[in-house]
């Protein structure tokens, strides 16, 4: 049994993430400042014996004991990320610094919960773990995108300079139950406006595209990483299955049985073009490839909507 601590474990990846662990057997260590994340997504959990909550901010440095450390701390959708611009960035240099400071101290081993959006706008595609990105310096979503690139410079460089264990997972969009409701993240905003009967907003011409890994998949790939011994990283998770956003909002309002009405939004500055994963390194390294599609997946992350909004509804 190792002592785990997660990061944004009340979040969505996380609190899969901390599931996952338990039933392997590791004690948890759920770290949040519930900003994004949730009571609800661990509630299931609060009354396990080798599951505890801390509520905490990574930006000030916190003393555990602990094995491993998996960082997810950090708003992920823009909505949220662009909310307090600076807290964003100091969640990814300040906090991360206090991680890997941690790490120093008890010995435990880092992944660091990164994401495709170091690749910026790519103009490799699809994007291997080699290319080095596209990333506007200043722009609107600059707080995420260098703030999680410098997290992986301090990641590297505490490797190299106090030979710290480190892993780095490089995370393309995920979806799933858990999702937060008004994160503005594109799957639930299509899934929660189909099943109002609201429009579903496409920004731009929905040309666009992504590749959408279901979070079952996304959270064996971490573990993976993590408990292999052949690299640091950075390694690639996501699905390679590519699709329009405009092709999304069809297959959401199909998969819901909704009669909304597809509209066309402004499109946010700077917003990616393509992304895909290469997932070479993955299958090579970890054995992992995604088993769960678009297809499979939407129906079940439309039931937990379905579930939450009949909850809230008047
Ligand atoms: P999320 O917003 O649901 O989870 C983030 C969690 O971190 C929340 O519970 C939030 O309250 C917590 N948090 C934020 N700032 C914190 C701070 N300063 N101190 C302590 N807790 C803090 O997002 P998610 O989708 O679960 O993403 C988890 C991680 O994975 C993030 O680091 C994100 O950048 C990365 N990632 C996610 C995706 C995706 O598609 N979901 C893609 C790429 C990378
Ligand atoms: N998007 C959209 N309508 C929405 C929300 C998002 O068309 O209601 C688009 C967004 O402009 C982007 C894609 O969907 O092109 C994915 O957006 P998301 O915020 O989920 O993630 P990211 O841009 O970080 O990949």
Known sequence: MKTILVTGGAGFLGSHLCERLLERGDEILCLDNFFTGSRPNIQHLLSHPRFEVLRHDIVQPIFVEVDQIYNLACP????????NPIKTIKTSTVGMVNMLGLAKRTGARVLQASTSEVYGDPDVHPQTEEYWGSVNPIGRRSCYDEGKRVAEC????????????????????????????????????????????????VYGDGTQTRSFCYVDDLIEGLIRLMDQEETVGPVNLGNPEEITVRELADRVVECAGSQSKIVQKDLPSDDPRQRRPDISRAKEILRWSPKISLEAGLPRTVEYFKRVLSHRWP
């Open 154 to 201: 301090l990641c590297m460089d505490y490797h190299r300079q106090h030979g710290l264990p480190i892993r780095i997972a490089r995370i393309f969009n995920t979806f799933g139950p858990r999702m937060a409701l008004d994160d503005g993240r594109v799957v639930s905003n299509f899934i929660v406006q189909a099943l109002r009967g609201e429009d579903i907003t």
């Open 76 to 83: 992920a959708s823009p909505v949220h990320y662009q909310h």
